[in-house]
T-cell receptor, first 117, second 114 residues
Framework: GAVVSQHPSRVICKSGTSVKIECRSL??????MFWYRQFPKKSLMLMAT?????????EQGVEKDKFLINHASLTLSTLTVTSAHPEDSSFYIC?????????????FGPGTRLTVL | AQSVTQLDSQVPVFEEAPVELRCNYS??????LFWYVQYPNQGLQLLLK??????LVESINGFEAEFNKSQTSFHLRKPSVHISDTAEYFC????????????FGTGTRLLVSP
């Protein structure tokens, strides 16, 4: 159980275009999902916490107008990178918490490799 | 606030040798502790976790970690590694109580060679 998927796994786009990444909890309902960004040989940087039915909470330094997050249902959160530029190229990973959990274990998706040309 | 330190960015070992990946944390409150493993171009998978109780926790593939409160450490060990253990390993902490975010260390790349 507790499987999280992401789509697409890889995306290449031109500078100035927008890219949408989907994160789905396949076998459970996730009221909270998280979006991370991982730079090469670096740790995961939490970008935002996505709550179903409410606005996402962004970490300091993350542009909310640049990285739009929508958590429209209990199994789907989307991250849209708007007007992408080469510096947005990165590995984006989502995670989710299972309901009723008393600690903070998160289940991670396989990640999306974004390359902006 | 919490912080996690993984001093070794890379640990090369030979197959069947023992290995220890170090993790130290800093926190003014009680924490949960986690080790995650990341294989190339994949997301993170939970390896093991410490929530409470026995300070020694084990994974199904032979890894173990011991929570040492006095030394604020949660080192990961395996007595005999395999080539397939080659991956990036991340230590993470989270505050006990409430849904606090995970704070990750910078990761340690374990390189197992024949």
């Amino acid at each position: 159980g507790a499987v999280v998927s992401q789509h697409p796994s890889r995306v290449i786009c031109k500078s100035g275009t927008s890219v949408k990444i989907e994160c789905r909890s396949l076998d459970f309902q996730a009221t909270t999902m998280f979006w991370y960004r991982q730079f090469p040989k670096k740790s995961l940087m939490l970008m935002a916490t996505s709550n179903e039915g409410s606005k996402a909470t962004y970490e300091q330094g993350v542009e909310k107008d640049k990285f739009l997050i929508n958590h429209a249902s209990l199994t789907l959160s989307t991250l849209t990178v708007t007007s992408a530029h080469p510096e947005d190229s990165s590995f984006y990973i989502c995670s989710a918490r299972t309901p009723g959990q008393t600690h903070n274990e998160q289940f991670f998706g396989p990640g999306t490799r974004l390359t902006v040309l | 606030a919490q912080s996690v330190t993984q001093l070794d960015s890379q640990v090369p070992v030979f197959e069947e040798a023992p290995v220890e990946l170090r993790c130290n944390y800093s926190s003014s409150v009680s924490v949960y502790l986690f080790w995650y493993v990341q294989y190339p171009n994949q997301g993170l998978q939970l390896l093991l976790k410490y929530l409470s109780g026995s300070t020694l926790v084990e994974s199904i593939n032979g890894f173990e970690a011991e929570f040492n409160k006095s030394q604020t450490s949660f080192h990961l060990r395996k007595p005999s590694v395999h080539i397939s253990d080659t991956a990036e390993y991340f230590c993470a902490v989270s505050e006990v109580g409430g849904f606090q975010k995970l704070v990750f260390g910078t990761g340690t790349r374990l390189l197992v060679s024949p």
